[in-house]
Nanobody
Framework: QVQLVESGGGSVQAGGSLRLSCARS????????WGWFRQAPGKDREGVAQ????????YYADSVKGRFTISLNTYATIMYLEMNSLKPEDSAVYYC???????????????????WGQGTQVTVSS
């Protein structure tokens, strides 16, 4: 089994920055896709970014492209989401997730990811 724990959420003013971390323990997959999702109140969970462990290929939702950066450390034990130029509409609970195969070339889908963290709150005030 894989256990994921997010950290780094908090409150920030618009234009500010935060860095989220997702620490993995348990089983390690050589071929794996790591993703960040978020869910705002009353909205569906959406895929924000994903990174393929094998080749570093990344995906970003249009809403965060150019502002967010996803990365994975060498041993795939920690994933990061660097968030800059934050906007109030970025406020949500952010979840990390991992799947035991390569990322698809489509936007990340919640149903494809088998392991999830507990979520961390990000609040951006105007």
């Amino acid at each position: 089994q894989v256990q994921l724990v997010e950290s780094g959420g908090g409150s920030v003013q618009a234009g500010g920055s935060l860095r989220l971390s997702c620490a993995r323990s348990g089983v390690s997959y050589w071929r794996a896709c790591w993703g960040w999702f978020r869910q705002a109140p009353g909205k569906d969970r959406e895929g924000v970014a994903q990174i393929n462990r094998l080749d570093g290929r990344t995906y970003y939702a249009d809403s965060v492209k150019g502002r967010f950066t996803i990365s994975l450390n060498t041993y795939a034990t920690i994933m990061y989401l660097e968030m800059n130029s934050l906007k109030p509409e970025d406020s949500a609970v952010y979840y990390c997730a991992v799947r035991s195969n390569d990322c698809s070339y489509a936007p990340p889908a919640e149903v494809d990811f088998g392991a999830w963290g507990q979520g961390t709150q990000v609040t951006v005030s105007s």
